[in-house]
């Protein structure tokens, strides 16, 4: 039986977003042995050495260099922003509350691409924007407590992976798949390393470390890999609606790791996020079938 692509794109989406989600994950639970900067520079050595293997393996290291043109090294700058972001928020609030903040991006995406491209909004995306804004605020809840600053923090995540996939129609479409997304997991690693030498006391690294941010390290590449390919192998408009699956992944995580329950107004919220980016995506499919 033969699958096509639009299904193999939906199926890599979603376990992407389960990978990207475990990383987190480990990251969380690494909090407790070691500041993040440190945690993040020993993720990001284990995901570059795998990525860099895979490449002289397949015969790709004469594209390495490539890895160095400005666009891809923005997106590399622009994850490690939102990277950052979502990771200090980790550490005070529930994963699925920041997951859930995250996925406001697609809704910034389509502002951003109506005040810089000058494409059409129109009315009900507008609306459907805001319902998705207030979405995330009944999930971050600010002024309700001390955490709420994290929460307002892990917008920081969204805003810059907006700008990061707004500038992804300009990278050479010709790179391998795995030097663009080495691009990003050395700017990640720098950032760790840098990070950990001007603002964290590092410590010596115990055996649970090495074990979490072997396999963060891993699933981030492994990720990251099947987010960037899920977009070259199916429709944007088909694959697009999946990334929502990160909710679940992400509930699914705060339930089973940490124990983390949701209240009343985030899961409310979560609903709104999740219902909006889907409405929208509905729409813009309905406009192409009519137009």
Not at 27 to 38: D, E, H, N, R, S
Not at 88 to 110: G, Y
Not at 164 to 172: K, S, W, Y
Not at 229 to 255: D, E, H, K, N
Request: charged fraction near 10%; hydrophobic fraction near 60%; proline fraction near 5%.
């Amino acid at each position: 039986m033969t699958v096509s692509p639009n299904l193999r794109a939906i199926l890599a989406m979603v376990a992407a977003m389960g990978l990207l989600v475990a990383s987190d994950s480990c990251m969380k639970l690494g909090l407790a042995y070691a500041p993040l900067f440190q945690l993040m520079a020993i993720r990001g050595l284990v995901s570059v050495t795998l990525c860099l293997v895979l490449i002289v393996a397949l015969g790709q290291a004469a594209q390495l260099p490539r890895m160095f043109n400005g666009w891809l090294a923005a997106r590399g700058v622009l994850e490690t922003v939102a990277n950052i972001a979502f990771t200090s928020a980790l550490a005070f609030v529930a994963i699925a509350d920041v997951t859930a903040i995250a996925q406001t991006c697609p809704l910034l995406v389509l502002l951003g691409a109506w005040a810089f491209r000058g494409e059409k909004l129109g009315l009900a995306r507008g609306l459907l924007i805001l319902v998705g804004i207030a979405g995330a605020l009944l999930v971050a809840q600010p002024g309700a407590g001390a955490a709420s600053f994290y929460a307002m923090l892990a917008f920081l995540t969204p805003l810059a992976a907006a700008v990061r996939d707004l500038i992804t129609p300009n990278a050479p479409k010709d790179v391998p798949p795995l030097v663009a997304t080495l691009a990003v997991m050395v700017c990640l690693g720098a950032a760790g390393l840098i990070g950990m030498l001007a603002f964290n006391e590092p410590v010596t690294p115990v055996l649970p470390v090495w074990l979490l941010m072997g396999l963060a390290g891993a699933m981030s590449l492994a990720g990251h890999l099947l987010l960037y390919l899920a977009y070259r192998i199916g429709q944007a408009r088909t694959v697009a609606p999946f990334m929502y699956s990160l909710t679940i992944w992400a509930v699914l995580s705060g339930l089973v790791l940490f124990g983390e329950i949701p209240n009343a107004l985030a899961i409310a919220g979560m609903a709104l996020i999740s219902a909006t980016g889907l409405a929208i995506i509905w729409l813009d499919g309905r406009q192409r079938r009519e137009g």
